[in-house]
């Protein structure tokens, strides 16, 4: 059973739009989420991440907003540049997983020129 | 430079020849992990260790084995490789303890087994 799902394969926005990747998860016992940006041919890159007790945290043009209460959380770009196309991968852990991180499948994110 | 290297980048093999990927850090990281990354299945975690001596098996161990002889290593052995294990593979390091501490991930593996 999928505990971290992202539901869209893929998403296309322009440039200087913004992007919305969104990550529901099934598990209350997650404390920290955090999301991964993978280009290919490189290993996934830690992006910006947030603890449960928060509902947002900020990192320049890139944010992710929490909602406990849906057990839902995204990932807003604001504006989208063509480096930023990659796959973003969400991650969830608690402090009993011992540190393992449980991954969603990923999101590939296009942006066009 | 805090990297996570490893060794192949490209492997093609045939089935039954036993391979070992290796994995090294320098950030003096207590944990380690190993992924394989598969169209449409996103990340899995193979075999973690948190530390020195102590290893776990994740979500997908069948066919493969870990060692962790030293804190800087963490090398996957396929002792008899099969074609299902063709794939991408990551290694990954990061602190322990309590708390979402981020995993550094290496360039990783691009294994094929014909």
């Known amino acids: 059973d999928q505990q971290v799902k992202q539901n869209s394969p893929s998403l296309s926005v322009q440039e200087g739009r913004i992007s919305i990747l969104n990550c529901d998860y099934t598990n209350s016992m997650f404390d920290y989420f955090l999301w991964y940006k993978k280009y290919p041919a490189e290993g996934p890159t830690f992006l910006i991440s947030i603890s449960s007790i928060k509902d947002k945290n900020e990192d320049g043009r890139f944010t992710v907003f929490l909602n406990k209460s849906a057990k839902h959380l995204s990932l807003h770009i604001v504006p989208s540049q063509p480096g930023d196309s990659a796959v973003y991968f969400c991650a969830a852990n608690y402090g009993g997983s011992q540190g393992n991180l449980i991954f969603g499948k990923g999101t590939k994110l296009s942006v066009k020129p | 430079e805090a990297q996570v290297t490893q060794n192949p980048r490209y492997l093609i093999t045939v089935t039954g020849k036993k391979l070992t990927v290796t994995c090294s850090q320098n950030m003096n990281h207590e944990y380690m992990s190993w992924y394989r990354q598969d169209p449409g299945l996103g990340l899995r975690q193979i075999y973690y260790?948190?530390?020195?001596?102590?290893?776990d098996k994740g979500d997908v161990p069948e066919g493969y084995k870990v060692s962790r002889k030293e804190k800087r290593n963490f090398p996957l052995i396929l002792e008899s490789p099969s074609p299902n294990q063709t794939s991408l593979y990551f290694c990954?390091?990061?602190?322990?303890?309590?708390?979402?501490?981020?995993?550094?991930f290496g360039p990783g593996t691009r294994l094929t087994v014909l």
């Open positions: 990954a390091s990061s602190l322990t303890g309590q708390g979402g501490y981020e995993q550094f």
């Open positions: 260790s948190m530390n020195v001596e102590v290893t």
